[in-house]
Nanobody, 124 residues
Framework: VQLQASGGGLVQAGGSLRLSCAASGRSFSIDIMGWFRQAPGKERDFVAAIYRNGRVRSYADSVKGRFTISRDNGENTVYLQMNMLNADDTAVYYC??????????????????WGQGTLVTVSS
């Protein structure tokens, strides 16, 4: 299974971007799909995760109310709609996926599959 992330780019503060991550090489849905990000000089942090049913979601406090994670199980794709972006959102965004329960969905060490990362730059 491979994950391919896309949608990053340069955006002004207050703007929006939509990231996509498609999983290929598997015909049935992956249980948990998530997004993490790594800002320059910092560790990789949790952003959001979503369970297979699409209703169970988790967000980092820093993005609640601004970012929305969703998924299309038919396409094995997860999305991250990012609104009201600010300079602190500048980072490389990684999608990740794993099977199992939603417990510890925020823990990057629980994820076995990772995409290549897509850069989001927010100019102030």
């Amino acid at each position: 299974v491979q994950l391919q992330a896309s949608g990053g780019g340069l955006v002004q503060a207050g703007g929006s971007l939509r990231l996509s991550c498609a999983a290929s090489g598997r015909s049935f849905s992956i249980d948990i799909m998530g997004w993490f990000r790594q800002a320059p000089g910092k560790e990789r942090d949790f952003v959001a995760a979503i369970y297979r049913n699409g209703r169970v979601r988790s967000y980092a406090d820093s993005v609640k109310g601004r970012f929305t994670i969703s998924r299309d199980n038919g396409e094995n794709t997860v999305y991250l709609q990012m609104n009201m972006l600010n300079a602190d959102d500048t980072a490389v965004y990684y999608c990740a996926a794993r099977d199992g329960s939603f417990q510890r969905a925020r823990d990057q060490h629980e994820y076995a599959l990772w995409g290549q990362g897509t850069l989001v730059t927010v100019s102030s």
